[in-house]
């Protein structure tokens, strides 16, 4: 193949791929622009990786007690089709149920049969992307440079997953806005309740929060307790960062 059969045969690809962002919607009839304002409104994404189905159905309830009402079930965890179907039967739409660490387009096709409401991705792959394009519904990849954020919005992105965000910290976020202002972005790692005013104030639109909200040692002890109240401190401190820009005149 020639070099420039090649770049025809890449940007094709690229249609493909943009071509199922545009204008997709979910199978509730959720848009990628409607997503993102459902997580901004939601402010802190829970991001769960538990040891079973029950102890991840159990830790859902008790964030949502605390107030956390967006989840991510990734899948570091077991049987999560379970997982968002037991949910979504119990809860609805009162929660925001998605799916996360999804790296195979079988996955993807499992995690919206069983009722994700929104997909999220670790990193860029090309494949999984086009997979969670096609879905229709909102869809996050993970990026951490520059020239990852550039791939994510030739495929036809407009919002994504800076991850892990705690290597580069409030800095990394601050300078990927300058030259990404048209890019929403949702940090997740390094994000704590003390800290996530900053992440607000950098420019994200909505957090993600692993270990700082579910730690291993919770849920392999079952402290559903300690989880909703460290949801509850979370949910504070978005609360205060929503006062905040309210009062400013800005919209969370």
Not at 7 to 30: E, P
Not at 167 to 188: C, H, N, Q, W, Y
Request: aromatic share 6%.
């Amino acid at each position: 193949m020639s070099a420039g059969d090649q770049g025809a045969a890449t940007r094709s690809g690229d249609d493909d791929v943009a071509a199922g962002a545009a204008g997709a919607r979910g199978v509730d009839g959720v848009s990628a622009a409607d997503g993102v304002e459902q997580l901004a409104r939601a402010g802190v994404v829970a991001v769960l990786r538990a040891p079973s189905a029950a102890v991840a159905v159990q830790a859902g309830e008790a964030l949502l007690r605390g107030g956390v009402r967006a989840l991510e079930v990734t899948y570091s965890t077991p049987d999560v089709p379970a997982v968002l179907r037991e949910l979504r039967a119990r809860h609805g739409d009162e929660l925001l149920l998605g799916a996360g660490t999804l790296r195979s387009a079988a996955q993807v096709d499992e995690a919206v049969a069983a009722g994700a409401g929104f997909l999220v991705a670790p990193g860029l792959d090309e494949q999984v992307l086009a997979a969670m394009l096609s879905s229709g519904l909102p869809t996050y990849a993970g990026v951490c440079t520059p020239t990852e954020v550039m791939r994510a919005a030739a495929l036809g992105l407009r919002a994504v997953k800076l991850f892990p965000a705690g290597v580069g910290g409030v800095a990394l976020l601050k300078a990927l806005r300058e030259p990404f202002s048209d890019i929403s972005f949702m940090p997740t790692g390094g994000v704590s309740a003390e800290n996530l005013g900053e992440w607000f104030a950098a420019g994200a639109f909505a957090v993600g929060a692993g270990g700082a909200l579910c730690p291993a040692r919770d849920l392999d002890a079952g402290d559903f307790d300690a989880i909703t109240s460290r949801a509850r401190a979370f949910a504070t401190a978005f609360e205060e960062v929503s006062r905040t820009n309210n009062s400013n005149g800005e919209f969370r």
